[in-house]
């Protein structure tokens, strides 16, 4: 039986700076993860640059059913305590707008700092390695892993959630949590991309690859960003950040002419180009096949002087307020966060500390606190670890 003072599950990004930075402490910490490779989904994110955090990360930025729980962990470690580590490494990078910044590189050069940070420190790290029991002792936790029987006075769950499941995502935190007396939110995919079925979905299909800077809107949540038009649907960060607030049903809103009034902007190429037709004065503000589908399919193009007042509103409605209903979202297999997950009032805001059991951890994405898209949640990541880390 091995003996250990921290069990941190899950190689992630909340996990890695859980470990490094307990055993920057003093702790002997084993970290254990049942995938084959630590920090997987630190390497895919980003387009392989990874979008370590958010210059302007706030508690704003985040959903959950608590929405002061991430207060203080954020407040203890912000972004520029990280910016501050990824410097000390030199590692090159950028922001690339609204305050996200990306490595100038590759995402390993963020996982790379992580590992040789838990090397320094000592920390014991074992990929291919599964729990199959953890109990509750008097002196901590006896846990039945791959390695064998570990005895450990803190166990900390940094597992995630369900999201992108080939990079070795479970439920399993969620059934930890359960067992020592949690609640769980119901779970769903946070920032995944629109399944279009109804009459739209051919225009999506025609326009693939295709992306236009628009304001998305739906249950009082807006976020201004481009779409992109796939086969299946639409993506794109606007519609990624605004599937965090849909559910099934719901209509989602789409300015396609964010920065103008559609309706000012045609009655003045009415009276500029009144022989020119819809779809061709569409195309000063989109692509020619897009103007050209828009302008045939919408609105039966004709030249602009032939569109009654009416008319003309309507085009215009249409144009700042698209109403599309989306059949679904493509699920785990593409979403970047799973909303819902612990109920964070069973938790400490300050410690991540389970009030239930002590001794016991939930850190990152296995809580219900998602954020938004563009490295917001890798900074709570870094922030729900530290503040765990602390005192394990």
């Given at each position: 039986?091995?003996?250990?003072?921290?069990?941190?599950?899950?190689?992630?990004?909340?996990?890695?700076?859980?470990?490094?930075?307990?055993?920057?402490?003093?702790?002997?910490?084993?970290?254990?993860?049942?995938?084959?490779?630590?920090?997987?989904?630190?390497?895919?994110?980003?387009?392989?640059?990874?979008?370590?955090?958010?210059?302007?990360?706030?508690?704003?930025?985040?959903?959950?059913?608590?929405?002061?729980?991430?207060?203080?962990?954020?407040?203890?470690?912000?972004?520029?305590?990280?910016?501050?580590?990824?410097?000390?490494?030199?590692?090159?990078?950028?922001?690339?707008?609204?305050?996200?910044?990306?490595?100038?590189?590759?995402?390993?050069?963020?996982?790379?700092?992580?590992?040789?940070?838990?090397?320094?420190?000592?920390?014991?790290?074992?990929?291919?390695?599964?729990?199959?029991?953890?109990?509750?002792?008097?002196?901590?936790?006896?846990?039945?892993?791959?390695?064998?029987?570990?005895?450990?006075?803190?166990?900390?769950?940094?597992?995630?959630?369900?999201?992108?499941?080939?990079?070795?995502?479970?439920?399993?935190?969620?059934?930890?949590?359960?067992?020592?007396?949690?609640?769980?939110?119901?779970?769903?995919?946070?920032?995944?991309?629109?399944?279009?079925?109804?009459?739209?979905?051919?225009?999506?299909?025609?326009?693939?690859?295709?992306?236009?800077?628009?304001?998305?809107?739906?249950?009082?949540?807006?976020?201004?960003e481009n779409i992109l038009f796939t086969h299946r649907g639409l993506s794109g960060p606007a519609i990624l950040q605004i599937s965090s607030f849909w559910h099934l049903g719901d209509a989602v809103e789409i300015d396609l002419l964010p920065d103008r009034d559609a309706h000012e902007w045609l009655q003045d190429r009415q009276a500029a180009r009144p022989d020119s037709e819809l779809k061709t004065v569409l195309g000063e503000v989109?692509?020619?096949?897009?103007?050209?589908?828009?302008?045939?399919?919408?609105?039966?193009?004709?030249?602009?002087?032939?569109?009654?007042?009416?008319?003309?509103?309507?085009?215009?409605?249409?144009?700042?307020?698209?109403?599309?209903?989306?059949?679904?979202?493509?699920?785990?297999?593409?979403?970047?966060?799973?909303?819902?997950?612990?109920?964070?009032?069973?938790?400490?805001?300050?410690?991540?500390?389970?009030?239930?059991?002590?001794?016991?951890?939930?850190?990152?994405?296995?809580?219900?606190?998602?954020?938004?898209?563009?490295?917001?949640?890798?900074?709570?990541?870094?922030?729900?670890?530290?503040?765990?880390?602390?005192?394990?």
């Open positions: 039986m091995r003996t250990t003072d921290v069990v941190v599950i899950g190689a992630g990004a909340a996990g890695l700076m859980c470990a490094m930075t307990a055993a920057g402490r003093g702790r002997d910490v084993l970290l254990i993860d049942r995938s084959n490779k630590a920090g997987k989904k630190i390497l895919m994110s980003g387009g392989g640059r990874c979008n370590f955090t958010n210059m302007y990360a706030e508690p704003a930025n985040y959903a959950s059913q608590n929405e002061h729980f991430c207060k203080s962990a954020l407040a203890r470690y912000t972004p520029w305590d990280f910016i501050g580590l990824v410097n000390e490494h030199g590692i090159a990078h950028h922001e690339k707008k609204l305050g996200q910044l990306f490595c100038d590189d590759k995402s390993k050069d963020i996982l790379n700092m992580l590992l040789r940070e838990c090397r320094e420190a000592g920390v014991d790290l074992h990929v291919n390695t599964a729990v199959q029991r953890i109990e509750r002792t008097d002196d901590g936790y006896a846990l039945r892993t791959d390695l064998g029987d570990v005895v450990a006075e803190s166990v900390v769950i940094a597992t995630g959630g369900l999201s992108i499941p080939t990079l070795g995502s479970s439920g399993y935190g969620y059934e930890v949590a359960r067992q020592f007396g949690h609640d769980v939110h119901p779970t769903r995919a946070g920032l995944v991309p629109f399944i279009i079925t109804d009459g739209f979905k051919d225009l999506c299909v025609e326009l693939t690859g295709t992306s236009v800077d628009a304001v998305v809107r739906c249950n009082g949540e807006s976020f201004p989109f692509t020619k096949k897009m103007a050209t589908l828009l302008g045939e399919r919408w609105f039966a193009s004709r030249p602009m002087k032939r569109y009654t007042a009416a008319e003309l509103r309507d085009v215009a409605a249409t144009l700042n307020a698209w109403q599309v209903v989306p059949g679904g979202t493509e699920g785990y297999r593409t979403a970047e966060v799973t909303l819902g997950g612990v109920d964070t009032r069973g938790v400490s805001p300050k410690t991540m500390e389970s009030r239930n059991s002590p001794g016991l951890y939930f850190i990152g994405e296995v809580l219900d606190v998602t954020g938004h898209l563009g490295g917001f949640n890798f900074q709570w990541a870094w922030a729900s670890g530290h503040a765990a880390a602390q005192v394990v």
